[in-house]
């Protein structure tokens, strides 16, 4: 088989590339799993988000924070609508819950059962812990998941939320009462 010198240096050139780059892929590691402009979640992150979005708001025989994606909207807003210096603080936060979280569970948050979970996100409620950015990260979630729970399409349908309370009925006919 006799090969030209030019398939030759085209062949070499791509598996030098290949090498080159092979490092650039094998060094990434957690890769993000919700992407954004300005900020990147991991996978592990995000299955965080989601428990505590479960928590806050469980489904019971209505759908929860988790069923409408209220978690996803939290983040997207953070992403969109947060100055630079609060993601930072945030993200900040977030990552220092998950710290405290392995602390107190091998696993984190996402292992923990129901009732630890309660009881862990109830720190924050008594205001036990006074780290600025864990009550900051805590704080704005918690917001932002009871918005997107509130502002989700099964909760303005089906929930008989209702836009103007009190509708004026002007053809109402007006009875006595003895």
Request: with cysteine; hydrophobic share 40%.
């Amino acid at each position: 088989m006799v090969v030209s010198r030019r398939t030759l240096l085209k062949q070499l050139a791509v598996v030098s590339a290949g090498v080159a780059l092979s490092p650039a892929f094998i060094g990434c590691h957690s890769k993000p799993s919700l992407l954004f402009k300005k900020m990147a979640v991991t996978k592990d992150e995000a299955q965080m988000l989601e428990a505590i979005a479960d928590t806050l708001i469980p489904s019971s025989t209505t759908p929860g924070a988790l069923a409408v994606n209220a978690y996803s909207y939290a983040t997207k807003m953070i992403d969109d609508c947060m100055p630079k210096k609060e993601q930072a603080k945030w993200l900040t936060g977030m990552r220092k819950f998950t710290t405290l979280a392995e602390e107190k569970s091998s696993g984190g948050f996402v292992s923990m059962s129901k009732e630890e979970r309660e009881n862990f996100l109830g720190q924050w409620e008594e205001k036990k812990i006074g780290d600025e950015d864990l009550s900051f990260f805590y704080s704005t979630l918690k917001q932002l998941i009871i918005r997107g729970y509130a502002t989700s399409e099964y909760y303005l349908t089906r929930q008989g939320f209702s836009l103007i309370p009190g509708r004026f009925k002007g053809c109402v006919t007006i009875t006595k009462i003895s």
